[in-house]
């Protein structure tokens, strides 16, 4: 399936390796909130490391505004990355000019170097050639391992692909791909897809895809809403994408029995934890109320399908599932996917968070790193940042 090179395919020994990795994760008061960004680069990292490499490691955080940032900076990526090596970590102030060249030429193999974020240039985002050019000159080797941002062509994702002649993936992104990649060309079926969140609109790529390639699209979240009106149900206060009803009409006919909707819903007359809800059945919503998760006959009625598929891929929670009154439907949804013994993909940030907050995540199969660019991959659109590696 994954027809690029990896760093198992080249000789690292003694060579300076620029890792592009996915380190963009929550920083509260200068201390690390969730290293499962981090966790999820290790094997690359280690593996170059004890290959006699010098491994340079650039990243992205947050959206800084083109400049430098002390509150997106990566130094206390830096220092919590020593702590998982248990080794030091250098860190340079700069992701180019004489900061990060003097700190990349002192490297030594079998040592670690984070650059500071490479957004805090504007060329970063323009994938300038001046800047991509920069960043190849500190290393031999180029390995892109930060699917999260595969799908974006920047600076230091395509650019400097280009540019350096051996350019490879490292092992996160070749288990992304894997996965994803699989799931889409050669599903073991039945083949199930969740789809849920607040939008058809980021969506619509995807389902259209997916309507040729799964047995089954079980559809819940603020998209459902869109749907229903589509199909003529006044829908209240509910979130609804008017300028998406056409669309929403169009694969309806298209999904037939293939597109499930839930049958019955959990409403509330406030978006609010402390709001009066009920569960009803699918019809005209009450003047006042709004629809802020799937109901517990649609969970069963879900689980009972992802009970009996081959694979499942979920993106995208079922509900507001920040506010605990409405977040059974998602959880639900976690437990079966959980349960079954299908090949089970989760992608996206919401749907990710809730198979970790209720502690499943060791039943997933394979839990994605990067919300946007499995969505790309969902909808079967090649991604820059792998396009760019060397080919096997």
Request: net charge neutral; hydrophobic share 45%.
């Amino acid at each position: 399936m994954f027809s690029k090179k990896t760093i198992r395919d080249i000789d690292v020994n003694g060579k300076k390796v620029f890792v592009r990795v996915d380190f963009n994760v929550p920083i509260k008061d200068g201390k690390v909130g969730d290293d499962t960004r981090i966790r999820a680069a290790l094997p690359t990292i280690q593996y170059l490391l004890e290959h006699g490499a010098a491994v340079i490691l650039a990243s992205h955080l947050g959206r800084p505004k083109g400049g430098p940032d002390p509150k997106y900076s990566l130094k206390p990526v830096a220092d919590y990355l020593a702590g998982l090596l248990g080794k030091p970590v250098a860190f340079a102030e700069d992701c180019i000019g004489p900061a990060a060249k003097a700190a990349a030429a002192a490297l030594k193999p079998g040592s670690v170097l984070v650059l500071e974020n490479t957004r805090f240039h504007a060329e970063e985002e323009k994938n300038d050639p001046e800047m991509a050019k920069q960043l190849a000159a500190l290393a031999d080797i180029y390995v892109n391992d930060a699917f999260g941002t595969a799908h974006r062509a920047h600076a230091s994702t395509e650019g400097i692909a280009r540019i350096l002649p051996v350019a490879v993936a490292g092992f996160l992104m070749e288990k992304e791909i894997q996965y994803l990649g699989q799931a889409i060309a050669n599903p073991k079926r039945p083949f199930v897809a969740i789809l849920g969140g607040a939008k058809i609109s980021d969506k619509i790529g995807v389902i259209r895809n997916l309507l040729e390639k799964a047995d089954a699209i079980l559809i819940g979240g603020g998209m459902a809403n869109t749907f229903f009106k589509a199909q003529g149900y006044p829908v209240a206060d509910s979130l609804v994408e008017d300028e998406a009803l056409e669309t929403a009409k169009e694969m309806l006919a298209k999904g037939g029995n293939k597109l499930r909707l839930p049958f019955d819903v959990v409403i509330a007359n406030a978006f609010d934890a402390a709001a009066e809800s009920k569960v009803m059945q699918v019809g005209p919503i009450p003047e006042g109320w709004r629809i802020l998760d799937i109901g517990p006959e649609t969970v069963k009625a879900y689980s009972k399908v992802i009970a009996g598929a081959g694979t499942v891929v979920w993106n995208g929670p079922m509900g507001v599932f920040e506010l605990p009154k409405f977040a059974e439907g998602t959880f639900g949804i976690a437990h079966a996917v959980a349960a079954s013994k299908a090949i089970s993909v989760v992608g996206g940030g919401d749907s990710v968070a809730a198979i970790q907050q209720s502690g499943l995540a060791d039943k997933i199969t394979h839990i994605s790193t990067g919300g946007g660019a499995s969505l790309e991959m969902l909808e079967g659109l090649e991604l820059p940042g792998v396009a760019a590696l060397n080919d096997r």
